[in-house]
Structure formats: C-alpha cells, structure tokens
C-alpha cells in the first residue's frame, strides 16, 4: 500500500518558522493536502493543491511542493498553531484515492 | 453553511456490524463533484480513510477494508451511513464523516468540511 511520510515531531519558538515535510513517490503527479488537528477536534483543512490557503486560513500557513515532497510552512508561529498536522495524497493512478501521513506534532517551545 | 453530524452506538460488540449514520445540512448527498465520506482514528494514533459515495451511487474504499465496508446514502432524509462488518478491538476509534470536494483530479477529494466525530469502542 502506498505510504506518506512525516517527521513524527518539529519542535519551533514562538515566532520562528515551522517545515513540516510529507513525501511520497506519487506526488510530482498528486496533489497535497494538509490539515490541523487540535486535541479533541476535527481535523481542519489549511492547505489544499499544494500550496491554496481555503478561505479564513492565516497567511502564515503556506504550502509548496517539489519532486516528491511537499512542505507546510508556517511562519511567525504562534501559541495556537500548537496542534498534530496530516498531510494526504493519492497514489499515481488512484487506486488508493485518499492516503494521510503518519502525522507530525508541532510543538510550541 | 455545511454541517455534519454523526450518530450511532458507541459500544459495538466483537465479531459484529458497526453502524453510523452522518446527517448533513446545508449541502445535498446528491450534489456532484462531492466525496460524502467516512474518515476514522483510533485514540491516540493518526487518521485512515475509510470510503466514499460519491455521484450516483458509486463507492471507493480503503483497500484494507473493502470486503467489510458498505456506504449508503438516504436522499430523502439527506443521510449517509457506514456498515462495518466483523469488527475487533482494532476497529476501536473515533469516526469522522466528512465532505470530500473534488481536487480537480478524478476520484481523489481533499476534506473542506467534517463532523465532530464519534467514538465507537468494540469491547464485550
């Protein structure tokens, strides 16, 4: 089955910025999709086509996408921003059309 | 305003069939271009897609767990629902319904709108 792969945890200070990588063999040809996970809520989605901020995002969320990885970078970060983030993608020919990565916590020193 | 909202048991019992329901509002099951969606985590790990229904009627789901999924849509009551078969303690989770919105790839949503999760336990 096809796999994304996230550092399990990034660790920044207030105001600094935060790269949070997903790769994947699939993704020069699939889209990138991230999203935010607080404690005990739903999943929101911050990033969607790789680098498209939904409406009512922050700026400091920005998404980009290179060879086989994808990147959420989140600039000036703040307290709130403290929370588990999932990219998800698709293998080449869609067989597995919905795959998340393992998730990486992003701690707020 | 998209809403979804899930409902079902929340204690399933070993070897038998989980059932949830997602009543959305706001939106249609009917819409095209729409992924109507089934999303679970178990406590403390990361999330696994489940399936869809989509367009018609259609369904996709997780390889993993095709021979015991089955998703549904009510129209008239603009509902859909979830039956997992033959469940154990792994099955244990928090399940999510949401909307998948097409990525501008075929088949392959990204999720714009979820419901607050339910937690199924499997236990005797």
């Known amino acids: 089955s096809y796999e994304l792969t996230q550092p399990p945890s990034v660790s920044v200070s207030p105001g600094q910025t935060a790269t949070i990588t997903c790769s994947g063999d699939?993704?020069?040809?699939?889209?990138g999709f991230w999203y935010q996970q607080k404690p005990g809520q739903a999943p929101l989605l911050v990033i969607k086509?790789?680098?498209v901020r939904p409406s009512g995002i922050p700026e400091r969320f920005s998404g980009s996408s290179s060879g086989t990885t994808v990147t959420l970078t989140i600039s000036g970060v703040q307290a709130e921003d403290e929370a588990d983030y999932y990219c998800?993608?698709?293998?080449?020919?869609?067989?597995?059309?919905?795959?998340f990565g393992g998730g990486t916590k992003l701690t707020v020193l | 305003q998209v809403q979804l909202q899930e409902s079902g048991p929340g204690l399933v019992k070993p070897s038998e069939t989980l059932s949830l329901t997602c009543t959305v509002s706001?939106?249609?099951?009917?819409?095209?271009?729409?992924?109507w969606s089934w999303i679970r985590q178990p406590p403390g790990k990361g999330l696994e897609w489940i399936g869809y229904?989509?367009?018609?009627?259609?369904?996709n789901h997780n390889p993993s767990l095709k021979s015991r999924v089955t998703i549904s849509k009510d129209t008239s009551q603009n509902q859909f629902s979830l039956k997992l078969t033959s469940v154990t303690a792994a099955d244990t989770a928090v399940y999510y319904c949401?909307?998948?919105?097409?990525?501008?790839?075929?088949?392959?949503?990204?999720?714009?709108?979820w419901g607050q999760g339910t937690l199924v336990t499997v236990s005797s």
């Open positions: 998800q993608s698709a293998d080449n020919n869609a067989s597995e059309p919905v795959v």
């Open positions: 699939a993704l020069p040809k699939q889209f």
């Open positions: 706001g939106d249609s099951v009917s819409s095209g271009d729409v992924y």
């Open positions: 086509k790789d680098n």
């Open positions: 949401a909307r998948g919105h097409e990525s501008g790839y075929h088949l392959i949503p990204y999720f714009d709108y």
């Open positions: 229904i989509y367009y018609g009627g259609s369904t």
